[in-house]
């Protein structure tokens, strides 16, 4: 797409200013135009498959999540409308609420009638765009619209107020609906009582910290800063509600803090949870901040940080060649898209465009770019509430996301493991396995096949450090009486693993596996003695490997079959070992770099201590490359580290 020139005095990390979130913006709208129903009510990108909701609720999805960052633009320029997006948006307004229906497909006698918002049905995500494109664009475009037309878009969006929602972030849409509908005077009792329900609802989610729980016990990811933080504080500051946004702002304030610190040097937002498809819409809670007052970042530091990452997807093939989003990450990546994704689905991205309504002379599009945290020093942040360490290294530019806490399991049951939560580790620049070993686990190897991690009890965390229990599982059941504590330690670009298997079948075998990297190069970790003893993996730029320090015997690179969302071909690497009495501890170090210059990953030390008598502890004193020590107390369900 055509941007204005790059300006590396205002914006030296980037070369992004206002002028090129405008310009994409614009290329953004104008690509689905052609798309548009004969009445604009309904915009029918073309796709693969369509969402299980149907083709006319993805083509919906197509008008209202392009409408709000239509509306962005708008009201960002005071009104001015030179591409007469207004004009179509409204005409949709009028053709889409004529007959809204049930049907699911797009029949040849209707191809502009809206879906009925039904209970967890996917209007209602969609009413909520709607909702909050006509609260800022209301002077110029529903202030405008004939009396009829209000009437059937007003009756249309209250069913939002009497359907039940999903119980987790979906709450909010009826609260956006709610809000809006009562500025204008529909159903006000039903509005405001929604919006009460909405915000009820989701504290009972709020951990603290500025973390939310999405509905499920340990379901946390961009969500909570495209959704569960987001909505609530646009909505407070269209309201010019004092009162909740000095409720809801200071947990956005909370969530800021971390969140600057899972973006990569080259803009990438963390590669963990679901709808990764939403991309750069994990920059609307930076842009939320900077709008409300309630963020720690410089304006300098906003910016830099939510520019980096709208370039990181046009620069890495997020958009087609017809100017479109695709479903998946940088290019089109099908095994990321969940089931009620369509091929409108990326455009929650949308909400990216927030900063926009920043005047052009505020801070946070006139002062120069701010280093982002990432590029500052080399940092391990506990972020507690879900149980991570955020692991990142300035030589680089990587963020690594430790995980003890997030598995999105519902409370019920336990279900297969789900790629995006359940790994041991996420980063900016690696995406899960889908066939073949999973990456970053440790795995019993039984009868029934590898085990899986279930559900994660988050154990206890420090300043560098983050422990968990789990609970194997094979076939879909626990392996009776067999528990595994993990311990992540970082430090610098390198991690240790540690885990504590008790209770297994004698001679049950054991693999651990590290980051898969895109590429096939793949040799023994530079340093590694004796030959073999460690695996390792390099794409020409990222380098993967794993040292065993106890416990392991062998090492291996494996080939990923169908590779990750970075590459079509990945490596990983692993080290296996036998559990000879079904209990033992088990110590590797782990490297995912793209720095040169590293010490040799076995310059790290473990020392292991004899196990106490009459318990299933463990002592172990680790020493890395820097001469840091760590003091380690490891026991089934127990763990305690001494610096």
């Known amino acids: 797409m055509p941007l204005p020139p790059e300006d590396r005095r205002l914006s030296p990390r980037t070369g992004w200013t206002r002028a090129h979130w405008e310009a994409v913006a614009d290329d953004l709208l104008a690509a689905v135009r052609p798309h548009a129903s ?33 509306a962005l633009r708008i009201a960002g320029a005071g009104g001015a409308d030179p591409h007469g997006l207004l004009e179509r948006y409204a005409a949709g ?65 209250a069913d939002a107020l009497h359907r039940t929602p999903n119980d987790n972030n979906w709450w909010l849409f009826p609260l956006a609906v709610g809000g809006f509908l009562a500025e204008a005077g529909i159903e006000e009792p039903a509005a405001r009582a929604a919006v009460r329900r909405g915000l009820e609802r989701i504290d009972r989610f709020y951990l603290g910290e500025g973390w939310y729980t999405d509905g499920r016990p340990r379901a946390f990811d961009h969500y909570n800063g495209w959704a569960l933080h987001l909505y609530p504080v646009l909505h407070a500051h269209l309201a010019a509600d004092r009162a909740l946004l000095d409720a809801y702002g200071p947990r956005l304030a909370a969530h800021l803090a971390d969140h600057a610190h899972l973006f990569g040097a080259d803009g990438a937002p963390v590669h963990q949870g679901r709808s990764l498809t939403y991309r750069f819409a994990a920059t609307a809670p930076l842009w939320a901040g900077a709008l409300t007052g309630h963020t720690p970042l410089a304006p300098g530091t906003t910016r830099r940080l939510a520019s980096g990452a709208l370039r990181h997807f046009v620069d890495h093939g997020a958009f087609d060649d017809r100017g479109l989003l695709t479903l998946g990450w940088h290019g ?43 590029e500052q020093r080399d940092t391990v942040r506990v972020i507690a509430k879900p149980g ?39 980063s900016t620049a690696t995406g899960p396995t889908h066939r073949g070993p999973a990456d ?41 009486g067999v528990t ?10 390198d991690e240790v693993r540690v885990h504590l298997v008790a209770g297994a079948e004698p001679g049950t075998a054991v693999r651990q596996s590290g980051w898969a990297v895109a590429g096939r190069s793949a040799g023994p970790a530079p340093g590694s003695t004796p030959p073999g003893a460690a695996g390792s993996a390099d794409d020409g730029r990222l380098t993967s490997a ?15 079959p169908d590779g990750t969302a970075f590459g079509p071909e990945a490596a990983l690497p692993v080290l296996g070992g036998v559990l000879a009495d079904g209990s033992g501890l088990l110590v590797c170090a782990v490297r995912l770099t793209a720095a040169a210059g590293l010490p040799p990953l076995d310059a790290t030390r473990v020392r292991v201590g004899a196990a106490e008598p009459g318990a299933d502890t463990r ?25």
């Not at 969402?51 to 709000?68: I, K, M």
């Not at 096949?449 to 194997?472: F, K, Q, V, Y």
């Not at 595994?484 to 670009?493: E, I, K, M, N, P």
């Not at 794993?546 to 990923?560: C, D, E, K, N, Q």
């Open 38 to 70: 004969p009445g604009h009510a309904l915009i029918d990108l073309p796709g693969t498959r369509p969402s299980w909701s149907g083709r006319r609720s993805d083509a919906l999805e197509g008008y209202a999540r392009t409408f709000l960052p239509a």
């Open 619 to 643: 002592r172990l004193d680790l020493t890395w490359p820097d001469g840091t020590t760590h003091r380690i107390r490891i026991g089934a369900g127990t763990v305690s580290v001494d610096s």
């Open 484 to 493: 595994v504590t993990s311990l992540t330690l970082a430090h610098g670009a």
């Open 546 to 560: 794993l040292h065993p320090l106890h416990g392991f015997t062998t090492a291996a690179v494996l080939a990923v």
């Open 332 to 374: 089109p990546e099908p095994r990321l898209v969940q089931p009620y994704s369509g091929p409108a689905s990326p455009y929650w991205a949308g909400s990216g465009f927030l900063g926009l309504l920043l005047p052009p002379e505020h801070p946070v599009w006139t002062h120069p770019e701010q280093p982002a945290p990432v």
């Open 440 to 480: 970053n686990h440790l795995a019993l190897l039984t009868g029934g096949g590898p085990t899986e991690r279930g559900r994660i009890r988050p154990l206890a965390c420090g300043p560098d450090w983050a422990a968990s229990l789990g609970r194997p599982r094979v076939g879909g059941r626990d392996l009776p």
């Open 388 to 426: 991570w360490l955020a692991q990142s290294t300035a030589a680089d530019g990587l963020v690594r996301l430790h995980n003890h806490g997030s598995d999105d399991q519902p409370a019920d049951r336990v279900g297969p493991d789900d790629p995006h939560y359940a790994r041991l580790a996420h």
């Open 93 to 157: 307004l009028d053709s889409g609420t004529r007959r809204p229906t049930g049907e699911r497909d797009l029949a040849d006698g209707d191809r502009e009638s809206w879906p009925l918002i039904t209970d967890r049905g996917q209007a209602m995500v969609e009413s909520a765009s709607i909702a909050f494109a006509l609260r800022l664009t209301r002077p110029w475009l529903w202030d405008r619209l004939d009396g009829p037309v209000r009437d059937r878009v007003g009756r249309w969006l």
